[in-house]
């Protein structure tokens, strides 16, 4: 933020944070006024930029198993529920996702869960895959522990919406969010998709070659940078 904006892609990189803070101002402002509908919506696009991260972190610290990972996050914040006992619990369909069925109170304890979740692993060095593990239950169980001190419903016990995300965003042109569509000019949008691209994609490739270069699996690399394996090839 302090470099020479004569550079372009200073500029353009200033431009870019510049855009992405008052894009968080205003939606913090506006997020209480949102529908429900348009409250889940928003959250569950959070949940699923925060998962990847998660993801990836996890992997640079060792997970191998993220099936076990994403439960012993599960656990700690539903009192020993794993993913499938959520489902079932919700009593969902063959292949919905639990996430996608989930109102935003429930959201909000996921997406805080996993965001302390990515914090902490980043502080961590030379951990086994079963400390990351313990790491994510903990916190799940801490979340869990600060929302029934604060007299608030543990998520178990939050209804589970008559409506899917992916029925809502099927309703929709994209599942857009009436309230927010107007916050950015299209000069901002523009440069804002354009730098959030590159940089994204530099950052995967980036942790890719190093996932690859420690010997992981082709597949679980894919997976946790959502780069394909042609993509990947050209990394070798």
Known sequence: MNGDPRKKVIADAQNYFAVQTRKQ???????????????????????????????????????????EFTNSGYRGLYSG???????????????????????????????FRISQTEAQLRKQNNISEADANTIHYD?????????????????E??????????????ERKGGEIPELSDYMSEKEMMIEESLKENILK?????????????GLDVKIVCKATGLTEKELEKLK
């Open 25 to 67: 101002e205003i939606t913090e402002e506006e997020y209480e006024r949102l529908a429900e509908e348009n409250k889940r919506l928003f959250r569950r696009r959070k949940t699923k930029e925060e998962n990847k991260l998660l993801y990836a972190i996890a992997i640079v610290k060792g997970v191998k198993k993220l099936d």
């Open 81 to 111: 529920e794993d993913a499938n006992a959520i489902f079932k619990r919700k009593k969902l369909r063959y292949r919905e996702d639990i996430l996608d069925n989930m109102g935003s109170e429930e959201l909000g304890a996921n997406i």
């Open 139 to 155: 916190i799940g169980k801490n979340v869990r522990d600060a929302i029934i001190k604060n007299g608030n419903l543990p998520p």
């Open 157 to 170: 016990k939050l209804p589970t919406p008559i409506k899917s995300i992916k029925e809502i965003e099927n």
């Open 202 to 214: 530099n950052e995967k490739l980036n942790i890719a070659k190093s996932l690859i270069n420690d």
